[in-house]
């Protein structure tokens, strides 16, 4: 076959497939009705799970990775449960199917809100009007006075935090909070005409914009910065500029619907930035008891000590999980908070019905803002092994170290990206031993996923070069994130701690001497778990991890590098709840049997040492000891 006819045979599986996948949806449709006449929930993990398993299976048999698999059905599976709870919903409430909707969205078209409303009325099959607005309260104006049904306002930002003028606007409105999304956001600096960023003189952006690209434009000294009511804004006063001095900041996507083009991409802070938007209309809505659900709420407690907690316990003794707590003063009431709660529950569940009259009594003021379907479809983990449920802490001893077992009596647990680290199931990280070469990395990836293993090691900052640091910090996440691993390096200064709490998900702490104590407190301080090799002498290393704890980070490990003996093992962790790993060399015959024997001994986790990316082959017999006996 020449190109040509490989290509045209590409296409027409292509359509295929489409077909295909139209076809499921159409059938997973199906299942829904089927699951509104003889009520179960719409979510079936289990059911998933066996799929899963089925496929990876079959399509090792056809030459496809284990990792593609499941990334492709988690794509389809979530579309399929959100179209099922979108019919179900459409079902519930049917004054809601109507020719057009009309949205209400700060800025013009392109703005970030304005993106998050269509991809949120895109599920219902219907005309869309926008209504563009230029502040948050003009957006609830034009809801309450019927001008249009939903209003989109974002609400949180991954980098920047909760945007208080929303919340604090919410507390007055009448409207009811009827849905929710998260949509991702990527900050560029957009242009007019051909130039470079050392012609700049100003750049057009919104605040918010502006707090979650701080570092980046702190290396544009000399530019000055004019703040617009929406990036959308900005965007459009640089199109019709067209100099070669000045640049919006905002989406990709919305620069092109203005005739921008992006000349830096990437700005924010925080490398996954995304916002979560909540919509907004006039009456609330019921949510299907078989979708799982979110209620919003604000109540007041007074200022009386223990009133917040009392008012959380009664969640806890109901059993529902909250997901946000909020707060924000009161105006006109000095130094009082009124508290913005999510919790994952329908406001029509016996639980939260029966929690919000308790709550009623304890509190000042409470208000249901809205219960709508939550827009979060956790994808469904193949596990190696069932994860054990961890338990609360006992109640702190205060004079006892904060290590031992006498101040928490149960092991602790961390979490490493997705994964946990302390459960029944050993964490498996591969640890490769200098940077290497981009197809070596993604090989050693690969194989660390096909194996059953979670967490790709590499050291990042070898030659002390911390910008060259910052590069391989950010391959090694994008890579890590694309085989769906969690990423580890190691870290021996403050400053490489901080840079990597920004990107990995475990830091493995290795102190130079003199700036010990240094790097112990950073990394107390920071939010990321951490991996402690133990010294020689052991009492020194919980020394070490109590400085750590005290700080605030209470996700801390130990990592037994040198192999202590069997005695010395079992005695620590009789003195500590921290979790304990092992280290294994990859080049070992005996690693896979000296893991299990580990394992049987308690360890929690092994850091296996490769030579080099070739080396990932060792990982599978060692996983296959370790996952399956
Ligand atoms: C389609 C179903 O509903 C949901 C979607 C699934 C899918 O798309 O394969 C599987 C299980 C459920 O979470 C079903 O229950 O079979």
Redesign the pocket.
């Known amino acids: 076959m020449n190109l040509d006819e490989i290509r045209t045979h590409i296409t027409r599986l292509d359509s295929e497939l489409l077909t295909l996948l139209a076809r499921r949806k159409a059938l ?1 449709l199906e ?1 829904a009705r089927a699951k509104l006449e003889n009520p179960r929930p ?4 289990e ?2 799970q066996a ?1 899963l398993v089925e496929l990876v299976n079959q399509g090792r048999q056809l030459g496809l990775d284990a990792h593609y698999v499941t990334r492709l059905y988690h794509t ?2 979530e579309d ?2 959100l179209s ?1 709870q979108a019919l179900l919903q459409d079902l519930l409430n049917p004054q809601d199917q109507v020719p057009s909707i009309s949205v209400a969205f700060l800025g013009l078209r392109g703005s970030y809100s304005n993106l998050a409303a269509r991809k949120y009325l895109s599920r219902f099959q219907a005309g869309i009007i926008e209504h563009s607005c230029e502040t948050f309260q003009q957006i609830l104006d034009t809801v309450e006075s019927g001008q249009a049904q939903y209003g989109i306002l974002p609400i949180e930002n991954t980098s920047s935090g909760s945007i208080n003028d929303v919340f604090d606007l919410m507390q007055h409105t009448s409207l009811s909070i009827v849905g929710e999304l998260t949509q991702p956001i990527e900050h560029c600096l957009l242009v007019a005409v051909d130039t470079d960023v050392s012609q700049l003189k100003t750049l057009y952006t919104h605040p918010q914009v502006y707090q979650q690209c701080s570092q980046y434009l702190k290396t544009l000294p000399g530019v000055k910065v004019e703040f617009c009511a929406a990036s959308s804004n900005a965007m459009e006063l640089v199109a019709g500029l067209k100099r070669p001095d000045v640049g919006a900041m905002g989406s990709a996507d919305g620069g092109e619907l203005h005739g921008l083009k992006p000349l830096v991409r990437g700005l924010a802070n925080q490398k996954q930035n995304m916002t979560r938007f909540i919509v907004v209309a006039r009456k609330p809505i019921d949510v299907a008891e078989q979708i799982p659900a979110k209620t919003s709420f604000i109540m007041s407690t007074g200022q009386q000590s223990g009133a917040l907690v009392e008012a959380l316990l009664v969640l806890r003794s109901h059993d529902i999980t909250m997901t946000k707590l909020e707060s924000r003063p009161i105006i006109g009431n000095p130094w009082e908070e009124m508290f913005y709660v999510d919790v994952a529950a329908n406001v029509n569940s016996p639980e939260m019905q029966s929690a919000l009259k308790e709550l009623g009594r304890i509190t000042r003021f409470i208000k249901v803002l809205g219960c709508y379907p939550s827009a979060e479809v956790a994808p469904t983990r193949i596990p190696s092994g069932a994860l054990s449920q961890g338990q609360a802490a006992a109640p702190a001893e205060d004079k006892q170290p904060r290590h031992s077992r006498a101040y928490k009596h149960d092991d602790t647990r961390l979490q490493v990206g997705r994964f946990y680290l302390g459960t029944d199931e050993p964490l498996l990280i591969a640890m490769l031993p200098a940077w290497p070469g981009d197809q070596q990395l993604q090989e050693a990836a690969r194989k660390l996923k096909e194996s059953g293993g979670q967490v790709l090691a590499v050291p990042c900052f070898d030659n002390g070069d911390i910008q060259q640091g910052l590069q391989h910090l950010q391959r090694l996440r994008e890579v890590a994130a694309r085989f769906d691993l969690a990423a580890m390096t190691r870290v021996s200064k403050a400053e490489e701690l901080n840079r990597a709490a920004e990107y990995l998900d475990l830091l493995l702490l290795q102190p130079e001497q003199a700036l010990r104590s240094e790097l112990l407190i950073a990394a107390g301080r920071c939010t990321r778990p951490l991996l402690l090799p133990l010294q020689q002498d052991a009492a020194a290393s919980l020394a070490d991890a109590e400085l750590i704890l005290s700080e605030g980070n209470q996700q801390l490990a130990l990592l037994d590098e040198r192999g202590l003996p069997l005695a010395g093992l079992l005695a620590l962790q009789q003195q500590t709840h921290l979790p304990l790993l092992g280290r294994l060399d990859g080049n070992d015959a005996l690693a896979p049997g000296l893991a299990h024997a580990l394992k049987e001994a308690g360890l929690q986790g092994f850091c296996v040492e490769l030579a080099d990316g070739q080396q990932a082959d060792a990982l599978a017999p060692l996983a296959h000891r370790l996952y399956r006996g």
Do not use: A, C, G, P
Request: charge should be neutral; charged fraction near 30%.
């Open positions: 997973s299942v719409i979510r079936d993990q059911r998933e799929l389809i599976i399929s449960v099922q």
